[in-house]
């Protein structure tokens, strides 16, 4: 799990970055695009995630709530097949094969915890998920699709 807790850290970096882009440039964007962030909510239960299944593209913030009695992280992954990859212990994805295709990710929250992610979305297949030791495997993924 360490190395997997390194990785998010990466990824946050990376969203940190992208983030602090947007007033000076929009990273390619329009100006009026830029500034939108809609907000989407997002319930985690044990062991379930409900989210949209599908949303327009663009840049959200996702609004989570730990509803559960246990730790859960929030982990978005781009997969164009819908597929995650297993590491070998058969109970967490493998977040460092998904390099570039994790454009954000929520450490572990506890119950009741109420937290935001902002994300930019394309157009493609994502999942959010929790990759807390077996609550993939448990049911905590959900699938987006962004048009
Ligand atoms: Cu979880």
């Known amino acids: 799990m360490r190395l997997g ?3 998010r850290f990466s990824g946050l970096g990376g969203l940190v970055a992208a983030l602090a882009c947007v007033p000076i440039a929009g990273c390619g964007e329009s100006h009026a695009n830029a500034s ?4 989407i909510a997002v319930t985690e239960r044990d062991f379930h ?3 949209p299944a599908k949303l327009a593209s663009g840049t959200y913030t996702f609004d989570v709530a730990n509803l559960g009695v246990t730790d859960h992280e929030l982990i978005v992954a781009s997969t164009p097949d819908g597929s995650l990859p297993l590491r070998p212990d058969g109970l967490t ?3 460092e094969a998904l390099g570039p295709r994790e454009p954000g990710a929520l450490e572990p929250g506890g119950p009741g915890a109420q937290r935001t992610l902002t994300v930019r979305m394309t157009p493609g297949r994502y999942i959010l998920f ?3 030791e077996g609550h993939y495997m448990a049911g905590m993924h959900a699938e987006v699709v962004v048009r």
Do not use: F, G, L
């Open 130 to 132: 929790c990759n807390m």
């Open 49 to 51: 995630i409900d989210a």
């Open 5 to 7: 807790a390194y990785r």
């Open 93 to 95: 994805i493998d977040e």
């Open 36 to 39: 939108a962030s809609r907000t």
